[in-house]
């Protein structure tokens, strides 16, 4: 029985690599933005393996993004505000840049801006997520082969393509790589403000499309930041809609994924925004809440994963676990 056991343990201490990873981000999404978005059990029902994380840590009663995107992207807790640095100054390394530095292609989209917490905390080594010229420096040192998301006004074309990326402001043609696509000048006006151009799924399509052109694997992290921006306003109509908007990329991606089986896909959240109630449409708060958050993933998840540390730890081990 004791070595049953100990089999048992072992098997779930082990992750399989995967190929490439898609990690994608509800920024505010909690669980009961998903229930409210749900369509006949999809897509969220479809994931095989789920779970529930904590998304507070040692220095912060009530989260942001900076503070647990950091937790995710570096596996080390940090202060609100802060971007890939501890409270004492030291930079950490990031997930995206070691799979940039073992030669996978890294990709960041948001319809947030491009210099938003939660893409920034990935490429960025900032003391403050409102430092937008600084973060939009360290996006351009970072190497990552590709940038899609609002934010133009903090870049400049020539800038931009003197660090070696070609600079885009539509997808209307195929996208070479490397390349910074900037479509709005802050964030996207969203689905409630425009339906035609509100949707996510052509746009992660194009990026998905542009990291699978040639060999080897890639790493994307996919945000939609307007989920939060709606919890925020206590405005139930717009969290529905954007999860929605964030259900249909996941299902395009999840089916995707389900065709190359090297392939991971993982959805989760940052933390939840307004205390949200998804049967009476009340709130609790403008800002942000303790709540735990959903982490679906196609592939089996460790035992001991609480926390959104244990979370960047799962990534590491399927981007970098012996093949
Ligand atoms: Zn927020």
């Known amino acids: 029985m004791k070595r049953l056991l100990t089999l048992f343990c072992l098997l779930n201490a ?13 920024d505010g999404m909690g669980f009961e933005a998903m229930k409210r978005a749900q369509d006949g059990g999809g897509p969220w029902s479809a994931f ?3 779970t529930a994380i904590e998304t507070t840590n040692p220095f912060c009663g009530v989260p942001d993004s900076a503070s647990t995107a950091t937790a995710i992207a570096t596996g080390i807790f940090t202060e609100n505000g802060m971007l890939a640095v501890t409270p004492d100054g030291a930079v ?20 947030d801006e491009i210099t938003g917490a ?7 080594h900032q003391p403050s997520r409102r430092a937008m010229p600084e ?7 970072s190497g990552f082969s590709l940038f899609m998301g609002g934010g133009r006004a903090w870049f400049e074309t020539d800038k931009t393509r003197a660090a070696g990326y070609a600079w885009r402001t ?3 043609a195929p996208l070479s790589l490397p390349t910074v696509v900037l479509l709005w000048n802050h964030e996207m006006p969203g689905l409630m403000r425009d339906p035609a151009t509100g949707r996510l799924l052509p746009l992660v399509q194009a990026a998905v499309e542009a990291l699978e052109k040639g060999p080897g694997d890639y790493f994307i992290m996919v945000e ?9 306003n206590n405005d139930a109509a717009g969290i529905e ?51 735990p958050v959903a982490l679906l993933s196609t592939r089996p998840l460790p035992v001991s994963l609480s926390d959104q540390t244990d979370l960047h730890r799962f990534l590491k081990e399927l981007l970098f676990a012996p093949k």
Not at 94 to 103: K, N, P, Q, S, W
């Open 14 to 26: 082990l992750v399989a690599r995967a190929d490439s990873v898609i990690l994608v981000i509800g």
């Open 135 to 141: 973060i939009a420096v360290d996006l351009l040192r």
């Open 224 to 232: 939609n930041g307007l989920i939060d921006a709606a919890g925020h």
């Open 241 to 291: 809609a954007e999860t929605r908007n964030l259900g249909e990329t996941v299902g395009w991606l999840l089916e995707r994924v389900q065709r190359k089986p090297g392939m991971a896909l993982l959805v989760t959240a940052d933390h939840e925004t307004g205390g949200f109630d998804c049967l009476t449409g009340a709130f609790q708060t403008k800002g942000h809440t303790t709540r």
């Open 92 to 111: 950490l390394r990031t997930v995206a840049e070691e799979a940039r530095d073992r030669g996978l292609r890294v990709g960041m989209f948001t319809n």
């Open 48 to 50: 095989p393996y789920f």
């Open 118 to 124: 939660t893409p920034a905390a990935f490429y960025a």
């Open 170 to 172: 539509d997808i209307a």
